[in-house]
């Protein structure tokens, strides 16, 4: 039993905010800046109240549809998020009502932006189990949430989307191996260090991050976990059509490529229309990267993750 993607959607809120847009705002930076350390030139904010939910909810409708599924086919619904609409129910369980499904498995994942990778290793092995036949998997994310707007060293950096793939068994292999890690020990470099506790918020309950230390973290990790999921599958990196990392910085993607020598334009790049969307920026990518035919059907796609915990992994399927 294997398990291929069959339906891939995204959706990203509002209009377009341009860097320019963000300094009118009064943060203290420049286009110039933001574009030169990062690649970013705009992002996606949700309004106030969208939730993650919401965004996960328009990814999903569009990915059943490219499946040509109904939500009722569905038996595991997965959502990434590390900002859920509530501390609970899960905001898996908000888009299952949201969509209408009733009865299947449903949960969060919460991996930072890695969890779209981790959401969809455990639906790969859900469906490999022969447990269950047809799963949602969905990043979604409202980061601007968690921001601290006078923070100019954060708060340009992040987007708000979603991004959602349907997965289902085949006996024709789509996923083709999966590596997964996390190191705790780096918990401190990028992390929101607050909880609430008697009706106050404890702690900091803003994103706080060392740039420099998750920098190098991440492009080490990323180059690793790739050549590290190539030799699981029995193939060379050359051999891979298209690298979908985690959509943090344009210097993570270059670096990254150019440590397992894949040449850019075998690298997906929206970061710099989405900025980092944590969870989202994986399947958001994939979705427009399939949508506008670059990526076509027998293709191979190693799909990258790395994030807070600090966590990392890849996925490398056959589309
Ligand atoms: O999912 C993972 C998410 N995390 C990441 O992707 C972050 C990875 N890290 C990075 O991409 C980089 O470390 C950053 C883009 C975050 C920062 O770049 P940097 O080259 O490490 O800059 P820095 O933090 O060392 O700051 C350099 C200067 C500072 O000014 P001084 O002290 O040299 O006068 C900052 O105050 O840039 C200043 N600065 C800004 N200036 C204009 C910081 N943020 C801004 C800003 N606009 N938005």
């Known amino acids: 039993m294997f398990s291929r993607i069959t339906g891939i959607g995204s959706f990203l809120p509002g209009q377009p905010v341009s860097n320019d847009d963000l300094a009118k705002r009064g943060i ?31 990814a999903s409708r569009r990915a059943l549809a490219a499946a040509g599924l109904d939500a009722a086919d569905l038996d595991l619904i997965v959502v990434a998020t590390s900002t859920p609409d509530f501390i609970f129910p899960s905001t898996a369980c908000l888009l299952q009502s949201k969509l209408g499904n009733r009865g299947a498995t449903a949960f969060d994942v919460q991996a930072v932006c890695s969890g779209f990778v981790y959401g969809l290793t455990i639906a790969e092995k859900f ?5 269950h036949r047809r799963a949602l998997v969905v990043g979604a994310e409202v980061f601007s949430r968690i921001l601290d707007w006078s923070d100019r060293g954060t708060c340009v950096l992040f987007g708000d989307g979603a991004g959602a793939v349907i ?36 702690g900091d309950p803003f994103l706080r991050m060392d740039g420099q230390a998750v920098f190098k973290f991440a492009v080490r990790v990323l180059a690793e976990v790739a050549d590290e ?42 970061v710099d229309r989405h900025g980092n969307t944590s969870a989202a920026s994986v399947p958001l990518a994939l979705d427009e990267a399939v949508r506008d035919g670059r990526i076509r059907a027998g293709q191979k796609v190693m799909l ?7 966590t990392w992994g890849a996925v490398l399927l056959e589309l």
């Open 28 to 58: 203290e930076t420049s286009d110039e800046w933001i574009v030169s350390r990062t690649g970013i030139r705009s992002r996606h904010l949700a309004a106030p109240d969208e939730t993650a939910s919401d965004l996960a909810l328009e």
């Open 229 to 270: 999921c190539c030799a699981a599958a029995g193939i060379a990196p050359s051999e891979i059509d298209w690298l979908i990392p985690h959509q943090a910085n344009i210097r993570i993607l270059e670096a990254t490529a150019k440590r397992i020598r894949m040449p850019m334009d075998k690298v997906v790049v929206s």
């Open 304 to 310: 990258e993750g790395v994030g807070g915990g600090f």
């Open 167 to 202: 997965l289902e068994a085949s006996d024709k292999p789509g996923i083709l191996a999966t590596a997964l890690h996390a190191d705790g020990a780096h918990h401190g470099i990028l992390s929101v260090p607050g909880s609430i506790c008697g009706g106050k918020v404890i």
């Open 127 to 131: 469906i490999r189990s022969g447990s």
